[in-house]
């Protein structure tokens, strides 16, 4: 029921809702009161009311009252807005879906409301209710432009592109005079249209479009390249040809157009000198291209690389450019290319040293072959494809001797040293060539990197902290995560779930994650910006950018990161819980933990005492800043409620999700979902990530662990389950059948992969989970170390193996590791 | 009705149009003939076009533009499988999924929970 209000309280009510657009918050909440003095149940004034209460921070109460105002007047459209907005404002985006939908029925022409739930629409991908919307925006609005677009990029989203077509033309021929030529919207918008042309696969169509409505468009670029793709699919090879090499001339270190035009000319596969010819042409045309110069090396092969090769590395040797190695690098797959560069390189190296003497004599500037030649041998021995730690430091200590303060040099050098495992001289060499350059922000960043992976947190925040901003409140880590450094907050996790400091690791990895929410709310304000900017071509590409966000390596890394800590919390909470004899071998560990988690309590005061102190230095004239200070102050800065969570299973299963829908091909996903759904008894889910992984490599040796696990438990459960899931299962898991004896299974399984150390890890795990007796386990795991080609990555694994265990046995594997690779900071 | 309405209600700081965002937080004489212009720069095409559009064709061409129902009509037609509760329950129990999603698989199978988990997992 509507309710009337006098003609003053009207006034004030139209106050209230100019001051908060306004955002004059105090005041519109001052006039509200004033209506609701006299009339205390007036719906859209106390809607009103919450909306300003939800801008000043106070969700919960505008959420009450937001209701109460729901209650008083059900049929206003204003109290269904304003409640929608608020679970907008909470990110509850189904449930602000449906209150705009109950407000536009009490008020169809609202243009306003329809617009706020078209945007939510094609936010959530409701591709038909956006349809719908636009359908209806354009009834309402027909003569404005966007509004035809925008259906057409409905419609388009929708998957319907004939209809997207369709909707374009319509408003093109409803034209009366045509748009001027430098209309940029009109210009966007045919190049749009031709795209779903092509789209639809019709390119002959889409050709004829592009030539007659695109000819002068004034994305010359486009027009070009639509041109020259539309001709090679219609097999037009000449004027094809013809188009790509427009393109080259414009571009010439574009690799795409170089491999499309050698397709359409129709070179056999293996004339190779007839396809060189092609890049030579234009190597010789642009002096300093370097594409035409160093793409055939992708498909010569034998004497024809060598030689092509050769010339390409003195070039760039000559010219002493660092990023040679980088260049080259995606080679060194074809085992033939890798050793013929290597060997090139030498040589290279070899006749610069024996004809250094008469060079310096002739000119005087000191030639750069030599070091780069180094340097390129250097990074050639430490690249993992061709890896020989000991000549990598032969060739780096040589360069180093030849140019001391090489940043270039030092750097590789922190890097073979990664390599040999030892993080502490790793990270001090790195910060050494760091002090080499104090003004190189990548050198910084690399250094902080370098100090995370040797566990110096305080010291990384320190080293990033010259480069962020200074006045930030919260110090360097507040302006990282202002400035969404993923990177950091990745590395820093990992740092501190080494350490043991799970709630700061879990706190780094639900950043990340959050950080990703961001990602994915930002499109929001483009679905009204990119339409009224006509850029739809680009706003198309980001909406389906958006859809695959999450499959990012950042994402993948830090939620599985987070999905094996939260494991091995629930794991540790059952071990404490169910034997407690065993918890004082792990007596040590805890005793560090609690001084760390009191040395970091003594630090949280220290950092809150000097933020007050600060703030009270400031408070006579900053009053406001402080303000957004309070207002951004974590309630949680070191995760402890993270760590505190008695559902660590439910929290993994959070990053699990949406690990599973984007990144499904990552072997490590499916084998930590599997681990997750099988502690929840999720035997189903399970089976499915099982599966999966099976598919991916089936002789992955922690696939075979969690299969002969899956039999396992199944053998003692399956009876206990319902009987649908059982059928299910009896039909879905067939790689190993219920009679099989495990044991057996398991000891073939290790025979047959007994030289990978990986796999024997893997079968020494499972006999331990059939039951075998702990102390041959443990046994086994020395025998590890005799493996002809072992590394200290797998012994490491081993050793984590064995302290999780509490075993006796890992002091002296330690130490016997220790013997084996003294560089090893990890088992020092 | 007896009340008049508000003009609209426009969201958060961020979310309005810029160019309401713009007239609203003017205030003088002098920021508002800015924002006016700068609402004129943005609004350009769309005081041109409208004066372009053969506004009978326009509408003309909307009403052949309704979209088939098909897709609701074979929504409609999904309805008709009948479920058992009991087999949602365990639908959303094994398999993590809302009622409304296990419910929708249900009938996408036919009812038949076993089909539709051993559906769920095939890789």
Known sequence: MPQPLSAKENSLFRQVIRNYEDKQYKRGLKAAEQILKKNPKHGDTMAMKALIINQQGKTDEAFALGKEALMADMKSHICWHVYGLLYRHQKNFEEAIKAYKSALKLEPDSLQIQRDLAFLQVQMRDYQGYVQSRTAMLQARSQVRQNWTALAVSHHLAGDLAQAEKVLTTYEESLKTPPSKTDYENSEAVMYKNSIIAEQGDYQRALDHLESAAKHNLDRLAYLECRAEYLAKLGKKEDAAKAYRTLLDRNPEHPDYYNKYVEVLDIAADDQAAKKAVYDEYAEKNPRCDAARRLPLDFLTGDNFREAAKSYLSLMLNKGVPSTFANLKHLYTDSFKKDTLGAVAHEYLDAKSTSKDEKEAVDGETPKGEGAALYYLAQHYNYHLSRDLTKAMEFVNKGLELVPNNLEFHMTKARIWKHYGNTQKASETMDKARNLDLKDRYINTKAAKYQLRNDETTKALETLGLFTRNDSPGGPLADLLDMQCVWFMTEDGEAQARKGNVGLALKRFHTVYNIFDVWQEDQFDFHSFSLRKGQIRAYVDMVRWEDHVREHPFYSRAALDAVNLYISMHNNKHLSNGVNGSADVNGEDAVERKKAAKKARKDAQKAEREAAERAAKQDPNKGKKVEDETKKKDDDPNGAKLSATTDPLGEATKFLLHLLQHSPQLIDVQIAGFEVYLLREKYILALRCLNAALALDPEHPRVHEQAVGFRHALNSKLDSLPPKVQEVLKAEFTVIPPSTDLKKYNTDFEAKHKDSSLHVIAAVNTRKLLGDDQATCEKDFLKLLDIKGVQFEDAKLALDVLKNWRSKEAQEFKAKCLSMWPEVTAFA | ?123
């Open chain 2, 1 to 123: 009705m007896a009340e008049p309405q508000p003009p609209a209600i426009v969201e958060g700081a961020t979310m309005g149009d810029v160019e309401d965002e713009v007239q609203s937080q003017t205030k003088s004489a002098e920021d508002r003939k800015a924002a006016a212009a700068m609402a004129k720069l943005d609004a350009r095409d769309e005081d041109a076009s409208s004066s372009h559009v053969d506004q009978e064709a326009a509408s003309k061409a909307l009403k052949n533009m309704r979209a088939p129902a098909a897709a609701a009509a074979e929504k409609k037609e999904m309805k008709k499988v009948k479920v058992e509760a009991a087999d949602v329950a365990l639908l959303v129990e094994e398999l993590d999924l809302t009622k409304p999603k296990a419910t929708e698989l249900l009938k996408a199978h036919d009812g038949d929970a076993v089909a539709a988990m051993k559906a769920f997992i095939a890789v």
